[in-house]
């Protein structure tokens, strides 16, 4: 088997556990390993030939939920599989409906682990899958709403007129991945600059629909 598979894993253990494990699947299978969604977002526009990334929640900057729809909205066709130490059923849930394809817990076995993997990589895994050491029966239930929360809070940002740093500064997350998630508005509305947003974004019920001033136009970039 050839296969190219992108690890997104701020722990440098657990990101070589999954390297390990990866490895293990078959020979000829190539590791990228990065540390954050941002830097995984660079790989994959530079390295298309990516054939599935395997994503931890708890990361620094564009986390969570997020990363995943991110990833999704950026790459429709590309398997993606969340390998988190939580077992909640609301989030494993969350992680489904955002576009994952599989959801496994690092409690479960190595064995586990590798034959999902080889599975995931193969295609035989049959529509989303939940891989817990205790099972667990969820689904990914109705479309998942147009935005992600944190894509709704950027749009919110842009509709009052912040600059990509006010917006980072008021949600406390890096002004890059600001950046991103603003990119992200432009592809999933069809527009293409920061006033169209708003305005597709007031259109559709997302935006605030606030009154038009000096400071709040809504077209500023940095």
Excluded: W
């Excluded at 253990?13 to 078959?26: G, H, I, K, T």
């Excluded at 990833?71 to 077992?87: K, M, N, Y």
């Excluded at 479309?143 to 917006?167: A, F, H, V």
């Amino acid at each position: 088997m050839t296969a190219t598979v992108l690890i997104i894993e701020d722990h440098p253990l657990y990101r070589e556990a999954l390297r390990l494990v990866v490895e293990a699947v078959a020979q000829g299978i190539t590791v990228v390993p990065v540390a954050s969604a941002e830097a995984a977002i660079t790989m994959l526009a530079a390295l298309p030939a990516i054939d599935l990334v395997l994503l931890d929640l708890n990361l620094p900057g564009l986390h969570g939920i997020d990363a995943v729809a991110t990833l999704r909205q950026r790459h429709p066709g590309l398997p993606i599989a969340v390998v988190s130490a939580t077992d909640h059923r609301q989030e494993i849930t969350a992680v489904l409906r955002a576009g994952a394809n599989a959801f496994i817990a690092k409690t479960v076995s190595t064995d586990v682990m590798t034959d999902a993997v080889r599975r995931l990589l193969d295609g035989s895994m049959a529509g989303q899958e939940c891989i817990t050491p205790h099972g667990c029966n969820v689904a990914a239930g109705p479309e998942p709403r147009l935005l992600t929360p944190r894509q709704q809070e950027i749009l919110d940002g842009l509709s009052r007129g912040y600059s990509n740093k006010e917006i980072g500064l008021r949600l406390g997350v890096a002004e890059i991945t600001v950046k991103f998630h603003v990119s992200a508005l432009f592809r999933i509305l069809k527009v293409v600059n920061r006033t169209q947003a708003v305005q597709a974004g007031r259109k559709l019920g997302l935006a605030c629909d606030l009154p038009d001033s000096d400071d709040n136009q809504g077209s500023r970039g940095d």
